[in-house]
């Protein structure tokens, strides 16, 4: 696991063949989640305060193995998460993502890019525009929303970064 304590009490990142390892198996954990999610109450049946029960009141003295936080996450969080994905979900606004969607965030995770302006990755600034022009075209909207138009297009983190925006955009515009 991240940080493995070696014989010599000096902890180390994983390595490549340490990754892999881990990965697969956070792969197939997730897969199984997927398969049996339907087992699951979407709602989570927990009372408040059940997790710090469950948990030791410090942090461990030494990384826990693979299988062993897995299991945590088994029998300790998944009772207490309301099931988004679940096909019997259906609150709040559609949520669901897709497994597709979860390897791109995977790839994107194993990256770490942090693509706030060209400078910083120039990949992640150019796709997102050439994206953005593909939805555009996918949606017919007028020449003023493709990037080499009057407006162009930006993805936001959140919801709530979106309304922001417009509404800055609103009190100009004013």
């Known amino acids: 696991m991240e940080g493995e304590q070696q014989s010599s009490g000096i902890l180390r990142s994983m390595d490549a063949e340490q990754l892999r390892e881990h990965a697969h198996k956070m792969v197939d954990f997730i897969a199984d989640y997927y398969k049996t999610i339907e087992t ?7 009372q408040p305060g059940y997790l710090e ?6 942090a461990p003295d030494y ?3 693979l299988e062993h936080v897995l299991n945590d996450v088994q029998e300790k969080i998944l009772p207490g998460v309301t099931h988004w994905q679940s096909p019997n979900y259906f609150a709040y606004f559609p949520s669901n993502s897709s497994i ?3 390897l791109g965030e995977m790839l994107s995770a194993g990256f770490n890019i942090v693509g706030f302006s060209w400078i910083t990755s120039p990949a992640a600034t150019e796709l997102e525009t050439i994206v953005l022009d593909w939805l555009a075209k996918a949606l017919k909207l007028p020449h003023d929303f493709h990037s080499t138009g009057q407006g162009g297009g930006v993805i936001q983190g959140t919801a709530s970064e979106a ?3 417009v509404l800055l955009a609103a009190r100009d515009k004013i």
Do not use: H
């Open 53 to 58: 029960k469950l948990l030791p009141d410090s």
């Open 63 to 65: 990384p826990e193995t």
């Open 163 to 165: 309304v922001l925006v």
């Open 40 to 46: 699951f109450p979407v709602l989570s049946q927990v």
């Open 100 to 102: 597709a969607g979860f």
